[in-house]
Structure formats: structure tokens, C-alpha cells
């Protein structure tokens, strides 16, 4: 895993870690299960509170990566890590609400207003 591409890039913005999506499309296998250790792991290493998950360069997600960020939400909430999501085009969006995931995650426009929401 040592030359494969990072999934995500993270920076603090205040007190709150954003974690930017880095691929375009989380539709294939290997490259959703690369980008879960990738929060998985963020998750278990992180220091503050509070985390972002911007998904502003994302125009496809499949069920499978949706599948991960539940699993993302139940580590941050065994850990007491407050989560928040940003960034998420209108296609996408409509995935979180037939799944009804809109109501089970905190979700902004933008990174700045999904910071402060923590």
C-alpha cells in the first residue's frame, strides 16, 4: 500500500481535522476499501474531536462507499469524535435521502459551515 495514491488529505480548519476526498469516483472495490482504512485509520489516530469528511471533488459515490461511512460514523461515535460531512453534490445527495442517510449524518455545504456545526 506504500505506492498506492492517497484517498484522502487532511488539515486542520480551527479545533476540527477535514478529511478531502481526494478521488473523483468511490465505485470500485479496491478503491473504496483503500479509502475506508484510510478514515478508519484517521479515525483511530485522531487527536482532536471534531471531523469533516469533504467530499467536494467526489461526483459518484456506489452503496458500497456509503457502506463505509456508517462504519466511519459508528467508530467516530464509540470514540466521542463529533462528524460532520461537506461538500456533497445534489446527484449524491439524493442517494443520503432515498437511504434516508441525511437524517443519521450531519451534513453542510461547505467545510467552514461544517466545522462550525461541530
Do not use: P
Not at 18 to 47: H, P, S
Not at 78 to 107: H, P, Q, W, Y
Amino acid at each position: 500500500m506504500s505506492n498506492a495514491k492517497a484517498r484522502i488529505m487532511n488539515h486542520y480548519v480551527d479545533d476540527a481535522v477535514v478529511a478531502t476526498c481526494m478521488d473523483t469516483r468511490l465505485n470500485d472495490e479496491i478503491g473504496i476499501q483503500e479509502w475506508g482504512e484510510e478514515l478508519y485509520g484517521l479515525v483511530d489516530r485522531l487527536k482532536t474531536k471534531k471531523l469533516v469528511i469533504n467530499f467536494q471533488n467526489v461526483i459518484f459515490m456506489s452503496s458500497s462507499s456509503l457502506r463505509v461511512l456508517i462504519t466511519v460514523n459508528s467508530r467516530c461515535k464509540g470514540k466521542g469524535i463529533k462528524l460532520a460531512l461537506c461538500g456533497i453534490n445534489d446527484n449524491i445527495m439524493e442517494a443520503f435521502k432515498i437511504t434516508r442517510l441525511d437524517s443519521v449524518f450531519k451534513i453542510k455545504k461547505g467545510e467552514l459551515e461544517a466545522v462550525k456545526s461541530l
